[in-house]
């Protein structure tokens, strides 16, 4: 299982929190960016429905692949 953690940080003025090297919109308040990490994390743990997904890999072969729609990470919110 995928494991993913959002942070909260000191972002354009503001605060934001972060995935990886990706921003989200920055926030006046620290507790505003809290909230909306946790919102989000909360989302990425509802299931979906199964879904047909194509690609283009890095060699530019296109792949076709059926996504799980039950396969979601475990989230975590670090302060």
Do not use: C
């Amino acid at each position: 299982m995928t494991d993913i953690t959002y942070t909260i940080v000191e972002h354009d003025g503001g605060w934001a929190y972060r995935l990886g090297d990706v921003f989200s919109e920055t926030f006046a308040t620290h507790d505003a960016a809290s909230g909306a990490a946790h919102r989000a994390a909360a989302e990425q743990q509802l299931d979906g429905q199964d879904e047909t997904i194509r690609y283009q890999n890095d060699r530019g072969e296109w792949k076709t692949e059926l996504s799980d729609g039950g396969d979601r990470p475990q989230t975590h919110v670090k302060e």
